[in-house]
């Protein structure tokens, strides 16, 4: 097997870098994360001529060498360490045509780093458009490199970039520029101090953390023998590199790029003057809001009940065809429970996704930023908090990872902090089906009683977030610099191509990272409950036939009874047969509830029961509660589990749920009063374990997960249990 | 008072003398946001903050409090509504 080139594309955010990326790979790609951060990690295979093959790795976008976050450090760190195994032998810098200038800061960097490097010009189809002429042939004289023009939506320009690329051996490592004219006399002693080491490398890895802490010092780790400069003194010498580097870019461009002004003007500026203005722009960005709710909530209705029903059905297959045992239940009752609990949230996710893969494509995104960046701030919050608010509202964990764009590292951290109390897709289910329980039929203006309580739950939501993004604005002392620089990129159609990886990436990370709680979570479930220990547990037939003979049905098989009393009158003929039939299901069901109190996991429910008792709750919706704190979304899953319905769907669980009697009060009880109590505690406690993962991650400490687990549950509770009270 | 991008009114321009705080982020130098450069003010958000602008080509919003720092010359005063 000949060996791979190792091949990084690095460039500016939005110049199509990852168009151009899934040009070259196809669906040849993978997506991760590098080891120990959350930082996203595209990699792919690429076929060049002659049977050679390329591996591309997909650095975060950043512009220029100049780290501000993790993600661009992430790139800088793979520059420079030539025993990384991802180090490129060649790079391709992929620049947008009409900002090419801002694009080739970059480049010259790169390129001075002694790296082959490949330019590719992208859009090239903006061009005539845009009134601009390029003359390539002298560029690649000037730059000492070589250009492919590309245009990843007309799909031109790849060919030559992959013959580029195989051809790599030939490109020149020479350096364009020479840094040390900033500071002559820092850069010779430099030179003295690390005489093997080379010196453009060296000034990047010094300036590495001036403005970001430091990931591990690769190249380096000794510089005690000669005087460090301050950071401020560093700092000063990067902007006049950047001024550098701009004089030589613009002194080449001048002769081999040119732009008529008058064609450049028009669809952008028109765009910007509508949906940037002070009153349209935040009509049309409530519109689109409104849109992206309606279709999470109308639209992905049908393609859940579809699923809900292949579940159910596949369910009952299992357990008509598979011989009974204690193997089948498990994979009826545990397993594809499990699985169906996370499939059925795909169809949401999805449309989420997709509608902020959608704005993010367009450029919108940045536009809804420079709105909301005024309004945000008095909450402690920056206009680029929007974007992980409104994530929050399908998943709260790609939504912290979105907080990486805030700069200042106070604001972000608060958005961090409060997004986990916006409405996720997760608490949905739990919602659902405790509204279509508690809350009574009727309509106000119109609006269904139900519907206004599910809106009502996504304000509070919200509400809590900027309620408590103002506390902590007061108490978190902590004084850092906002650096609120944000690009405004031009208008571009989506590429259907590229929304479609992302949305179909997202939705697959989240079903397999969320998957694995649920399904782990399920199948423990199932264990304690079918299992226990005592003398009622394993008599427990013999214990309830001889109960039922001597008193009766329970309260709960009464109300089964008058559930399904009208499936009694179809058929005079078959009423006996179909009333001895009904009297069987509930002694099967009294039967099964018994052995459940006896299990393992009834006596767990009983330990905690005191707590829940004052929020209105019995000790089976405490162990769902409880078990939901590793994600909301087993809330229904356990009750399924619990309820032992034998499968997952709604309308059965919500019987059941519905004829539970609260052996205290002797009322149902899931009524009002406790009903409300259950959608305040799941709207405001953090009930997710993957989110304080990533918190942790990206907080890097304990201490902020710890807080919120604590805050959040704590102030659940006290809403919750005022909320029973009163009502009770 | 020395002019800064915070005075410029849409559509008018001008050219950019000098920062007056020392240390702004080098992200700003990055996006063409140097002296010598020509400024355009494409549009303001209500209460004036953040202030979107095309320098040197690039398209960038910054904050009020960031555009005070930057000093220049205002070159033309046709103003567009």
Known sequence: M?????????????TGKTSVFNQLTGLNQKVGNYPGITVEKKEGICKLP????????????????????????????????????????????????????????????????????ILVINMADRM???GITIDIELLEKKLNSKIALVSTRKETGIERLRELIADYKNLSKTQNIDTSVIAPEYFKRLKNAFPKEDIYKLWLVIT????????????????????????SELKRLQQKETIL??????????????????????????????????????????????????????????????IDGFFASATEWIKNTLPPGVFTNLIAEGILAGIGGIVIFIPQIAFLFLFIALLEETGYMSRVVFLMDRIMRPFGLSGKSVVPLISGTA?????????????????????????????????????????????????????????????????????????????????LKIKSKSFFVVEMPNYKLPLLKNVGFTVLEKTKSFVFGAGKIILAISIVLWFLGSNGFSDEFKNAETIVTNRVEENGFSASSEIYFETHQDELSINDQDISNKQKELEERALAQEIA????????????????????????????????????????????GTLATIYSVGNDEEETIKNRMAAEINPRTKKPLFNLASGISLLLFYAFAMQCMSTLAVVKRETNSWKWPASQLVFMSLFAYIVALVAYQSLK | METTVADLKRGQKGIIKEFTENLLPIKLLELGCLPGNEVELVQVAPLKDPIYINVNGSHIAIRREMALHIALDIIDDTVVI
């Open chain 1, 2 to 14: 000949s060996k791979q080139i190792n091949v990084a594309l690095i460039g500016n955010p939005n």
């Open chain 1, 50 to 117: 002659r049977g050679v093959k390329a591996h591309i790795l997909d650095l975060p976008g950043t512009y220029s060498l100049n780290t501000t976050s993790l993600d661009e450090s992430v790139a800088v760190e793979l520059l420079l360490n030539k025993n990384d195994k991802d180090h490129p032998d060649v790079a391709i810098v992929v620049s947008d045509v009409e900002n090419l200038k801002r694009n080739l800061l970059l480049f010259t960097q790169i390129k001075d780093l002694k790296i082959p490097t």
């Open chain 1, 128 to 130: 005539s458009r845009k």
């Open chain 1, 208 to 231: 590495q953390d001036v403005n970001f802490m430091p990931l591990e010092k690769t190249v380096t780790k000794d510089t005690s023998s000669f005087t460090t400069k301050s950071k």
């Open chain 1, 245 to 306: 580097r701009y004089q030589y870019i613009n002194g080449i461009l001048k002769e081999t790029y040119k732009v008529d002004v008058n064609a450049a003007k028009g669809f952008r500026a028109t765009l910007d003057k509508v949906l940037t203005h002070k009153v349209f722009g935040y009509v049309i960005f409530f519109l689109i809001l409104l849109t992206i709710f309606q279709a999470i909530y109308g639209w992905s209705e049908y393609p859940m009940d579809v």
């Open chain 1, 395 to 475: 998943c709260a964990i790609p939504a912290v990872m979105a907080t990486r764009t805030i700069e200042n590292w106070k604001e972000r951290l608060i958005t961090i902090l409060v997004t986990p109390f916006t409405t996720c897709s997760a608490r949905l289910p739990v919602y659902l089906i405790i509204i279509a329980l508690v809350i009574p039929e009727g309509s106000f203006l119109g609006l269904s009683y139900k519907a206004l309580t599910l809106m009502s739950l996504y304000l509070m939501g919200f509400a809590a977030a900027i309620l408590s993004a103002v506390i902590l604005n007061k108490i």
């Open chain 1, 593 to 636: 509830g018994y052995k459940l109190e006896h299990s393992y996991m009834g006596y767990m429910g009983k330990a905690i029961e005191p707590i829940v008792r004052p929020l209105g709750y019995d000790w089976k919706i405490g162990i769902a509660v409880l078990t939901s704190f590793a994600a909301r979304e087993v809330f229904v």
